[in-house]
């Protein structure tokens, strides 16, 4: 079972109102990522964090930030939620695999629907 | 050009029959390889990884890589209904983000 949480689960929201999504992990990973997908759709990585106080932008724009305080939390915030930011929130983190490589454990995942 | 393309499907297979998905990808100096599985509504969940030319075999699962080609797939064997899923490639590129395709919708035929 993956260690990743996200709360809420679903929020259902009315425009304007600032949104916060949480995201914590008990692995210690250092890596972590925010991903947003559309029903259907693909993953766009919209932030990702390689440890506390780091934080970057990923490659899909988003109005959302970011912060990195502590190892295991990772929260996603709007300061002004819109329509157009319905969508399905993954939060992920990564370990180091022997090879080197970046594995991906995500967390259940948030669905937000701004009215 | 997209970094990982897939073709979106759907992908109709027998029950009991061998379900073939691929995946290219346009930055040569990608190292590592995934395939996820994404049951609706749920998250992605990895099946395999890999990292060097070759095949590569996990139960059911194998994992095909060419480096060369820029290609990268994923053979079922002996499919079963409960592997219809969206099967996403994932390629970690030269920026160490791990980017996704679209995803392929694989449906077992009972």
């Known amino acids: 079972e993956a260690d990743i949480y996200q709360t809420p689960r679903y929020l259902v929201i009315g425009t304007g109102k600032k949104i916060t999504l949480e995201c914590s992990q008990t692995m210690g990973h250092d890596k972590m990522y925010w991903y947003q997908q559309d029903p259907g759709m693909e993953l766009h990585l919209i932030h990702y964090?390689?440890?506390?106080?780091?934080?970057e932008k990923g490659d899909l724009s988003s109005e959302s930030t970011v912060s990195r305080i502590r190892t295991e939390h990772f929260p996603l915030t709007l300061e002004s939620a819109r329509p157009s930011h319905t969508s399905q929130y993954l939060c992920?983190?990564?370990?180091?695999?022997?090879?080197?490589?970046?594995?991906?454990?995500f967390g259940a995942g948030s669905r937000l629907t701004v009215l | 050009q997209k970094e990982v393309e897939q073709n979106s499907g759907p992908l109709s297979v027998p029950e009991g029959a061998i379900a073939s998905l691929n995946c290219t990808y346009s930055?040569?100096?990608?190292?590592?390889f995934f395939w996820y599985r994404q049951y609706s509504g749920k998250s992605p969940e990895l099946i395999m990884s890999i990292y060097s030319n070759g095949d590569k075999e996990d139960g059911r699962f194998t994992a095909q890589l060419n480096k060369a080609s820029q290609y990268v797939s994923l053979l079922i064997r002996d499919s079963q209904p409960s592997d219809s899923a969206t099967y996403l490639c994932?390629?970690?590129?030269?920026?160490?983000?791990?980017?996704f395709g679209k995803g392929t919708r694989l449906h077992i035929l009972p």
């Open positions: 930055d040569r100096v990608s190292q590592s």
């Open positions: 992920a983190s990564s370990e180091l695999s022997g090879s080197g490589a970046n594995v991906l454990t």
């Open positions: 964090s390689y440890g506390v106080n780091s934080t």
């Open positions: 994932a390629v970690n590129n030269r920026d160490d983000k791990i980017i």
